[in-house]
């Protein structure tokens, strides 16, 4: 099987030794790249001294999808059909990968 190492393959680092990249890695002759940030299963990883992800991404996907739902429908519906459509069409695109990465309280607000 074939190893996509330029576009598909990185190496991130965790831990209090996160800035010490020590040896390179090497798959099928070619080397892998060290990265500060790489995206897993649309979740995005951040190399740092603790296990972190960036919601980054994840907010502006929401102000997109937000935006969009309400610049067409605009002041036509009610406040409850509003709120009913944030909830199931943009907050699900807020909320992912919530669950599978520790927050702390600036993610939070």
Known sequence: MAINVK???ACVRFGPRYKNVSANVVVSGALINWVTSSRYLGVHLES???FKCSFVSNESKFYMAFNSLFGKIGRNASEEVLFALI???CLPILL???EACPTNSADKQ
Do not use: F
């Open 7 to 9: 576009k598909k393959s």
């Open 48 to 50: 740092c001294g603790k």
């Open 87 to 89: 909830k199931s069409k």
């Open 96 to 98: 992912y990968g919530v």
